[in-house]
């Protein structure tokens, strides 16, 4: 990038007398609003909604390569076009912020097109006519299918559809023989089509974020596929090999006479370059390591960033929804409606924080045991959930922190200073009458939150643990 503009044309007058004011303002005029020179290369970026001659700016820097428009919905979208289909170095064209994409099929020039945070549900049918067109990007859109036509037409090399609502490929997605790279990453894509295996070309697919429950069949024959090419150039490159050392050994046979008689040096063998310098790399929703999901199920409520999902309800059939995502780590529940705590929630191994603040309907008594069997978990907040009581049992989970603030308790579990890595334990706003003796032996805690609380009595063996 060789240069920016903001494209704004004024700048208000400094309100005042004071002089340092208008120093300060005239120096940020200058900085940011000050004429960009026509140079080959460099980028022009637009706010559409701020600009007052969007018209008059373009036709100021139309050496341009690269042109970002913002807030695109308040542009004329069809005089814009055509204007940029005037500019004879425009490659890469960036649009945010649209609601319309007409004139799209005046840029007949244009290799690049990015199309990010708009209102497009539709693929917009005046790319098919793009014939230099290589790189596409749409994402963060509502976009929902990918039409066959395109794929029919189109020699895109590199295509991005990431953050959309695509929940299949057309059966003809094989037809983009040019294709190198594909990013699908954080759709609600389940599965593939089985002309996907075509994609012969494809050197990077990015598949996080989707629903996918295992490595779909048609990357299992697009890997066999290159597995099978690898060997064949192999066995092309060992014959290579050997015909090349035969013709070398006689070469030198030859030249050793020659350096015999007079002493001269023997060359040096160029050796024969790599058999195959083909790389396939796969970025998976189901190989469950480092994804980043980004589109819920659409039954559910809530986000999920990274491997923490929060939700603002859910029931058994949520918990079960989720099972897909067996890479969480945090789960955090404001309002679960469910009567029963579903087994389901035994299948996120790397499940280490549970926060569950509202479960009216919940049967304690048997989601209580449930949730201490989860292998992982660390931390468990079940705050303001309405418990009454909680039964005794042995725990395995690993504990640290443990939060029953906000319920009505009038007893803890007898057992509950059995968890040995317990650090902190908070049973503020409850009805305790007394802490049962087990938490002396809690050889790790060391904090007990107790206020608002009915407790008369606390044991010696607690006494420099506890917070009223």
């Keep these: 990038m060789s240069a920016l503009c903001n494209c704004t044309t004024g700048l208000n007058k400094p309100v005042g007398r004071s002089r340092i004011l208008r120093f300060l303002l005239s120096s940020l005029a200058f900085f940011f609003f000050m004429p960009v020179s026509a140079s080959p290369g460099h980028v022009i970026v ?28 308040h542009a004329p979208a069809r005089i814009i ?4 289909a005037r500019f004879p170095e425009l490659r890469n064209v960036s649009i945010s912020g649209a609601e319309k994409l007409d004139g799209l099929e005046l840029l007949l020039k244009v290799k690049e097109i990015n199309i990010t945070e708009s209102n497009v549900n539709t693929f917009p049918s005046q790319l098919f ?3 230099e067109l290589t790189t596409l990007s749409i994402d963060h859109t509502d976009l929902r299918e990918l039409p066959e036509a ?31 790279e594909l990013n699908l990453s954080c759709n609600l894509l389940e599965n593939l089509p089985e002309s996907f295996s075509q994609l012969h070309r494809l050197r990077k697919i990015d598949f996080r974020g989707n629903l996918f429950a295992e490595q779909p069949p048609a990357i299992t024959d697009l890997l066999k596929y ?15 090999v050997r015909l090349d050392s035969l013709r070398w050994q006689k070469q030198m046979d030859s030249l050793k006479k020659i350096h015999n008689k007079n002493g001269s040096l023997l060359p040096v063998r160029t050796m024969i370059g790599e058999p195959w ?10 190989e469950c390591r480092n994804n980043n999901y980004c ?9 999920i960033t990274g491997n923490r999902i929060e939700l603002d309800s859910a029931d058994s059939k949520t918990i079960a929804s989720l099972v897909k995502y067996r890479c969480l780590e945090t789960i955090i529940i404001r309002s679960y409606q469910g009567e029963k705590m579903p087994s389901d929630l035994l299948l996120f191994p790397d499940l280490k924080h549970l926060e569950i603040t509202s479960a009216p309907l919940l049967d304690w008594l048997q989601a209580w045991p449930l949730i201490l069997a989860i292998p992982s978990l660390q931390e468990l907040s079940l705050a303001d959930c309405g418990i009454r009581k909680l039964p005794s049992m042995h725990i395995n989970a690993p504990l640290e922190y443990l939060s029953l603030s906000g319920n009505k308790l009038r007893k803890l579990p007898d057992n509950i200073g059995m968890i040995a890595s317990l650090r902190k334990l908070d049973v503020s ?40």
């Design 226 to 240: 290159h597995e099978q090419q690898y060997e064949k150039a192999m066995a092309e490159y060992r014959e290579m």
């Design 150 to 180: 395109f794929t029919r037409t189109s020699k895109v090399k590199e295509l991005t559809l990431s953050h959309n609502r695509l929940t299949g490929l057309p059966v003809t997605i094989g037809l983009l023989s040019e294709l190198e």
């Design 81 to 84: 076009m055509a204007e940029l």
């Design 295 to 303: 589109i819920l199920p659409a039954n559910v409520r809530g986000k």
């Design 277 to 286: 310098p083909f790389t396939i790399k796969i970025l998976s929703g189901w």
């Design 429 to 468: 706003k409850n009805k305790l009458r007394r802490l049962p003796e087990s938490l002396c032996k809690g050889t790790s805690l060391s904090e007990i939150v107790c206020r608002q609380n009915r407790i008369h009595k606390i044991p010696d063996c607690l006494s420099g643990k506890i917070i009223r």
């Design 129 to 131: 006519l793009l014939p």
């Design 46 to 73: 637009i706010d559409c909604k701020n600009h007052p001659a969007i018209l008059d700016s373009l036709r100021s820097h139309q050496k341009a390569e690269t042109i970002v428009l913002l807030n695109f919905a």
